[in-house]
């Protein structure tokens, strides 16, 4: 297995990392039962999981969308996830005031996928030690991601992963180009973000759209290429969630896919 770096460990030689939680935590018991249900599918599968909440959600196309539970009390859920599950745990950050918040309660910090480009927000990352996710922009070409990765490595911080979320494709809809999962691993360990990928975004109704049922394929396709890791947004009731519903894995549906991506992976290692 590629190393993810320092906190990513697995005696699993076919083993992809797995990222995956709720778009965003809309309370504490919901995060500890998806928790739970997830780490209990990754000691099946011998698969390393790392936790994923959003603890606020800065990016919305309407005033009135759901943007979280409050700073403090979302980043005290990640933290007891931490503590229960003896997981790694991310979050987004969205400016550079944030970054040393964050970092104290989770192990990942998230650059989005919008701002990828912005300088004094991935230095801030890069100074609290933390690992710092990259996503690449929907407008950026995989090869320019390589100068995302330069900025914190050159803060003092080599601890960097990339993640692939697709790439704009006209006004309302994205498409992966596979060819950036190796191009992208010349700079860093590279995550495929499943459900992002899958979004319809800028929808007349000022809520994001999402093709949910081509997960499978493009998680499948994602492992096929060789990538590191593997990021699903997921949720027990994605009608019912508070945010990014349309393109999120219903809960009850990740053992089937860890299966068939667990097989894929053998396959092409061996």
Not at 83 to 92: G, Y
Not at 96 to 125: H, K
Request: charged residues 20%; neutral net charge; hydrophobic residues 45%.
């Amino acid at each position: 297995m590629r190393n993810l770096l320092p906190i990513i460990t697995s005696d699993n030689a076919d083993a992809f990392v797995l990222i995956a939680g709720p778009c965003a935590i809309e309370g504490h018991q919901m995060a500890i039962d998806i928790a739970g249900t997830i780490k209990e599918l990754c000691a099946e599968f011998e698969i390393p999981y790392v936790f994923k909440g959003s603890y606020r959600k800065a990016n919305r196309s309407r005033i009135d969308s759901f943007t979280g539970i409050g700073d403090q009390k979302a980043l005290e859920v990640l933290a007891d996830v931490r503590r229960t599950f003896h997981v790694p745990v991310t979050t987004d950050i969205h400016d550079r005031t944030e970054a040393a918040m964050a970092a104290n309660y989770v192990d990942v910090l998230q650059i989005p996928a919008f701002l990828c480009r912005q300088t004094d927000l991935l230095v801030a990352a890069a100074a609290t030690g933390k690992v710092v996710n990259v996503k690449k922009g929907q407008f950026v070409s995989p090869e320019a991601m390589q100068f995302a990765v330069g900025k914190i490595k050159e803060s003092g911080n080599d601890k960097v992963w990339l993640t692939e979320r697709g790439t704009t494709f006209g006004y309302g809809d994205l498409v992966v180009d596979f060819r950036g999962i190796p191009t992208m691993q010349q700079y860093a360990p590279v995550v495929m973000d499943v459900t992002h990928s899958l979004q319809q975004p800028n929808q007349a109704s000022g809520v994001t759209g999402g093709r949910p049922a081509l997960i499978s394929t493009i998680a499948k396709a994602a492992i096929a290429v060789g990538a590191d890791g593997i990021f699903i947004e997921t949720h027990p009731d994605p009608a019912n969630a508070k945010s990014d519903g349309a393109n999120m894995l219903p809960l009850s549906q990740l053992r089937d896919l860890l299966e068939q991506l667990m097989n894929i992976r053998y396959a092409i290692r061996k």
